[in-house]
């Protein structure tokens, strides 16, 4: 069965912090595909990145950077010298190859001047 | 670049009464998906359409119906609505044609609170 596991309910940092949020997957596919999403307090869902499951290079964009680890079925997700725009719910999610998305439960972050 | 584009965003229904909520994906995209989201919860998935077929079906209640259009727009009809209704809903659009599995990409939801 396919599942995502953030652990992290809700994690407060200082501004200028960096910040890991963790996502753990589970699946039996070996084709699949992994994304992050941010959800402000706005309420839409904003599309970060999305990684195949045969492409393990990490990426990094500005501050942001994103740790794909197959043999931990882990796709961390690193905020570096946040900032209070950054506070936000941020969703991982597996796609498989029938156009199914499971989301995890969110991390909260929140960001404090 | 053009989005997805949901209305309302915001809507006051009573219990009992009926609401449609509409989505316009992003041109040329194939996929349409409808998610609801509680308070401080993860999108739940309740029907997709490709092809303005219905392509999957998620938990989504009898009292709830969709269908996509020719022009690809879709509708959420939700009928004897109840107060657990009240959340978010999002409409979401990609492209499955490749079988890329490109990422979903979210309308800014429309807010259903029923009284």
């Known amino acids: 069965a396919q599942k995502v596991t953030q652990a992290q309910t809700e994690i407060s940092v200082v501004e200028k912090e960096d910040v890991t949020l963790d996502c753990v997957y589970e699946?039996?596919?070996?084709?699949?595909?992994l994304f992050w999403y941010k959800q402000p307090p706005s309420g839409e869902l904003v599309f970060l990145i999305r990684?195949?499951?045969?492409?393990?290079q990490n990426e990094i964009s500005g501050r942001y950077s994103w740790n794909f680890q197959k043999s931990t079925s882990s796709f961390n997700f690193t905020i570096t010298a946040s900032q209070v725009v950054d506070s936000a719910v941020y969703f991982c999610?597996?796609?498989?190859?029938?156009?199914?998305?499971?989301f995890g439960s969110g991390t909260k972050l929140n960001v404090k001047p | 670049a053009a989005g997805v584009i949901q209305s309302p965003r915001h809507l006051i229904k009573e219990k009992r009464e009926t609401a449609t909520l509409k989505c316009y994906p992003i041109?040329?995209?194939?996929?349409v998906y409808w998610y609801q989201q509680g308070p401080g919860q993860d999108p739940q998935f309740l029907i997709s359409?490709?092809?303005?077929?219905?392509?999957d079906k998620g938990s989504i209640p009898d009292r709830f119906s969709a269908q996509q259009f020719s022009d690809y727009h879709s509708e959420l009809n939700m009928s004897s609505l109840e107060l657990g209704d009240s959340a978010l809903y999002f409409c979401?659009?990609?492209?499955?044609?490749?079988?890329?599995?490109?990422?979903?990409?979210f309308g800014n939801g429309t807010r259903l609170t029923v009284t």
């Open positions: 699946t039996r596919d070996t084709t699949y595909y």
């Open positions: 041109p040329r995209h194939d996929t």
């Open positions: 359409f490709y092809e303005k077929m219905q392509s």
């Open positions: 979401a659009s990609s492209f499955s044609g490749s079988g890329s599995n490109s990422p979903l990409h």
């Open positions: 990684r195949n499951s045969f492409d393990e």
């Open positions: 999610a597996l796609g498989d190859n029938f156009n199914k998305f499971y």
